[in-house]
C-alpha cells in the first residue's frame, strides 16, 4: 500500500507565485469591497437602497468576509499533521459559506433582473427591496445551515479540511456540486433569456439602442466571470469525487489542481466589485455625489489655509 501522509507541494516557485497571487486579491478585493460597502452604507440615501443593491451590499458582505478568511484558512491548512484543527474547522467554515453565499446572491440578482425584464407587469408585485432582503436572509441561513451540516458530516470520518484524504469524507463534496451546478443552470438560464428579449426588443432610438447593447454586454460578462471563476474548482473536485487517488504523485496532481482552480474561484470576489458594484447606476450616482463632496471639502480646507495664511 502507498502512504499518501507526507505528499504535500513543496514547489518553491509554485508556492512563490502562489503567494503574490493572493497577496493581490486580498489587497485589491479587500479594498473594492470596503469601498462599495462604504458607499451602499454611508453614501446612499434610504429611497436608493433597491432590490439590486440590497443583493449587492449582501454579495459585498460575502465578499469581503471570504477574503478575510482565505489567509487564515490557508495558514492553518499548511499546519495540518494527522487531524483538524479548530482554527482550520472554523477559518474553511467562514471560507465555504461565503463562497456559496456568493453564487447564491449572484444567481438571485440574476432571477430578479430576469423576472423584471421577462415579466414588467407583475414585477412590481413581485419584486421589492423588503422581499430582496427577506430572500438574502434565507439564503444566509441555507448556506449556513448546509456548510454546518456539511462539516458535522465530514469531521464524523475523519476530517473537515481540503487536504485531509478520506475517502468516505470526500463524499461531502457533493455539497459543493450541488451548491454550483444548480445555481449555473439558474443563471444560465435567466441570463440566456433576458439576452433574447433584448435582443429582439424593438429599438425606438440610438440612445436605447446603445442602452441596450451595454445591458447584454454586462449580462454576458457577470456569466462569463461567474463560469471562468467557479467552474474549473467544480469540475476539478467532480473528477476528484470520482477518481480517488491512491499514490502519492496523483495526489500531488490533484492537490496541485485543487489549489489553483480554488484560489481562481477567490478572484470572483475582486471582480464581483467590477462587474456588478461598478456598473450599476445607483452606485455610480453614489459614488459622484462622494467624490463631489470629498473634492468641494478639501477645496474648502484648501481656501481656509490661505486666507489664514494671509
Request: aromatic share 10%; glycine share 2%; hydrophobic share 45%.
Amino acid at each position: 500500500m502507498n502512504s499518501t501522509g507526507n505528499c504535500t507541494i513543496e514547489d518553491p516557485e509554485f508556492q512563490l507565485g502562489l503567494t503574490v497571487y493572493t497577496g493581490t486579491l486580498l489587497v485589491l478585493g479587500i479594498v473594492f469591497n470596503v469601498v462599495a460597502l462604504w458607499v451602499f452604507c454611508c453614501r446612499m440615501r434610504r429611497k436608493q437602497w433597491t432590490e439590486t443593491v440590497i443583493y449587492m451590499s449582501n454579495l459585498a458582505v460575502a465578499d469581503l468576509c471570504l477574503l478575510c478568511a482565505l489567509p487564515i484558512m490557508i495558514y492553518s491548512q499548511r499546519q495540518i499533521k494527522q487531524e483538524d484543527t479548530v482554527l482550520c474547522q472554523v477559518s474553511q467554515s467562514i471560507y465555504l459559506i461565503n463562497r456559496y453565499m456568493s453564487i447564491s446572491i449572484i444567481t438571485a440578482i440574476s432571477v430578479d433582473r430576469y423576472v423584471a425584464i421577462q415579466f414588467p407587469m407583475q414585477a412590481k408585485r413581485l419584486r421589492s427591496p423588503g422581499l430582496s432582503a427577506i430572500i438574502c436572509a434565507l439564503l444566509w441561513v441555507l448556506v449556513i445551515a448546509s456548510t454546518v451540516t456539511r462539516m458535522a458530516w465530514q469531521i464524523q470520518y475523519g476530517g473537515f479540511c481540503f487536504l485531509n484524504e478520506n475517502a468516505k469524507g470526500s463524499k461531502t463534496t457533493l455539497f459543493s456540486l450541488l451548491g454550483f451546478f444548480i445555481p449555473l443552470v439558474i443563471l444560465t438560464f435567466c441570463s440566456v433569456q433576458v439576452i433574447v428579449k433584448l435582443v429582439r426588443k424593438t429599438k425606438t432610438d440610438a440612445r436605447e439602442k446603445r442602452a441596450i447593447h451595454k445591458a447584454i454586454w454586462i449580462i454576458s460578462a457577470n456569466l462569463l466571470v461567474f463560469v471562468a471563476c467557479f467552474l474549473p474548482l467544480h469540475v476539478t473536485l467532480s473528477i476528484r469525487l470520482i477518481m480517488e487517488p491512491k499514490t502519492c504523485s496523483s495526489l500531488k496532481i490533484w492537490r496541485y489542481a485543487i489549489t489553483i482552480t480554488s484560489r481562481l474561484s477567490s478572484a470572483n470576489c475582486c471582480l464581483d466589485a467590477i462587474c456588478y458594484y461598478f456598473v450599476a447606476k445607483e452606485f455610480q450616482d453614489a459614488s459622484a455625489q462622494a467624490i463631489f463632496t470629498l473634492s468641494r471639502s478639501s477645496r474648502l480646507q484648501d481656501s481656509t489655509r490661505a486666507s489664514l495664511s494671509q
